[in-house]
């Protein structure tokens, strides 16, 4: 059997000293210091095989932090792992403890392609693996057809569309090769809720950023084309995992969903949950009232819904654990799980033929200081996510 690790780490704003990322938003030489150590910090205590950062504004700052971490991990190694000339050095708490560098590790980075000049910047993605890649990392940001969406009518006219042709951050699909199984996996950050405010031609800002002249309507509207948005970026994710299930690969998808688990956006991604039983259910082509889907039909339905959902590693652990809370974010009085680890059913404890289990699931948020707190700018330096892994461990082919 292989067991592995793979974690989602939300950086918040990674980019070297004196880089103005958003506008008047820069690090000092000091506080970057103080922000690489403490991501390295994270990073070691992590440890993970495979690692999916978000906000990462250049691939050469996550170097640095993946080198500074190494440098930690090594120091601890020397302090606390013996020798192999000490006759306890073979016991298994020595491995657990070991830190496995990254030196060997491949990282694949995707920048962001709405990325602009300095006050402008625009954060990319990455994946490290310890066990390489397959094959070339993919990047899923600018669309090969524009989405649109059409709306029904309701009576009243024209229902209308709604249009994208690009993600606000890139998504990247990663074959990793783990055992005797090649596991893909997807790495994502859809749009924040942070509202998509309307700048008429020529103005100098949305009138709706004007907070002294407070604009209630125009303000709900930008978090309307700012969760239109999530949504579709949401389904585009959605339509890529399908592809990979479809040939009959193990999937896992981690990342920061800017949602929560029961959000549309984050149904849309793992999809749909079947009923435990089709068959009192009306037919969709009935020809009367008491058509109904047969017991063997009920069966296909289950089968097909099934064979393409993704299941939380969170609700996985929680089922199985005495803890009934788990956060990674805190803003406003506010604690909920943005991000989230979902696999394919190769890893669901239901599912007879899985190829895997995941035998633990961790999120450090111990950091996390709630926005409504005066002392919230510290997340500036350290992250305003908590970091999530879960620990699998393979039992083989299919």
Same mark, same amino acid.
């Given at each position: 059997?292989?067991?592995?690790?793979?974690? *989602?780490?939300?950086?918040?704003?990674?980019? !070297?000293?004196?880089?103005?990322?958003? &506008?008047?938003?820069?690090?000092?030489?000091?506080e970057h210091a103080w922000k690489q150590a403490w991501l390295a910090d994270q990073l070691m205590n992590l440890s993970a095989d495979i690692v999916c950062f978000q906000e990462i504004f250049d691939e050469a700052s996550l170097q640095a932090v993946?080198?500074?971490?190494?440098?930690?991990?090594?120091?601890?190694?020397?302090?606390?792992?013996?020798?192999p000339s000490k006759r306890y050095a073979r016991k298994a708490i020595f491995r657990k403890l070991a830190y496995k560098p990254y030196a060997q590790a491949e990282l694949a980075f995707a920048p962001n392609v709405n990325d602009g000049g300095p006050g402008e910047r625009r954060p990319g993605v990455a994946v490290l693996s310890r066990f390489g890649f397959a094959e070339a990392p993919q990047v899923l940001q600018e669309l090969p057809e524009p989405l649109e969406i059409p709306f029904a009518d309701l009576g009243g006219g024209d229902g209308g569309t709604y249009k994208i042709s690009r993600l606000?951050?890139?998504?990247?699909?990663? &074959?990793?090769?783990? !055992?005797?199984?090649?596991? *893909?996996?997807?790495?994502?950050?859809?749009? *924040?809720?942070?509202?998509?405010?309307?700048?008429?031609? !020529?103005a100098a800002f949305p009138p709706a950023a004007d907070l002294v002249n407070y604009d209630a309507a125009g303000r709900a509207l930008g978090s309307l084309r700012a969760g239109l948005r999530r949504m579709a970026e949401a389904w585009v994710l959605r339509r890529a995992i399908l592809n990979e299930l479809t040939l009959g690969r193990p999937v896992m998808v981690l990342g920061d969903f800017n949602d929560s688990e029961h959000a549309v956006s984050s149904e849309i991604i793992t999809g749909e949950v079947p009923f435990k039983n089709y068959a009192w259910m009306r037919r969709h082509d009935a020809k009367h009232q008491g058509d109904r889907y047969t017991d063997h039909e009920n069966e296909v339905i289950q089968e097909q819904i099934n064979a393409v959902r993704l299941h939380?590693?969170?609700?996985?652990?929680?089922?199985?654990?005495?803890?009934?809370?788990?956060?990674?974010?805190?803003?406003?009085?506010?604690?909920?799980?943005?991000?989230?680890?979902?696999?394919? &059913?190769?890893?669901?404890?239901?599912?007879?033929? &899985?190829?895997?289990?995941?035998?633990?699931? *961790?999120?450090?948020?111990?950091h996390l200081t709630d926005g409504s707190h005066p002392e919230a700018p510290y997340?500036?330096?350290?992250?305003?996510?908590g970091q999530i892994m879960a620990q699998m461990r393979l039992r083989g082919a299919i």
């Open positions: 059997m292989t067991e592995f690790s793979i974690a *989602s780490f939300n950086v918040k704003n990674l980019i !070297g000293a004196d880089q103005e990322y958003y &506008r008047f938003e820069k690090y000092t030489v000091e993946i080198a500074e971490c190494d440098a930690a991990g090594i120091e601890a190694n020397e302090a606390h792992v013996p020798d606000s951050r890139p998504i990247i699909k990663v &074959r990793i090769p783990v !055992g005797d199984q090649v596991i *893909s996996v997807f790495n994502c950050h859809l749009k *924040s809720k942070l509202g998509e405010l309307d700048k008429p031609a !020529g939380s590693a969170e609700k996985m652990f929680v089922r199985k654990s005495a803890r009934d809370m788990v956060f990674t974010s805190a803003f406003g009085g506010v604690f909920e799980s943005i991000d989230q680890i979902l696999m394919s &059913r190769h890893f669901a404890p239901d599912y007879d033929q &899985r190829i895997g289990d995941m035998e633990y699931f *961790s999120v450090l948020n111990d997340n500036k330096l350290a992250s305003d996510h």
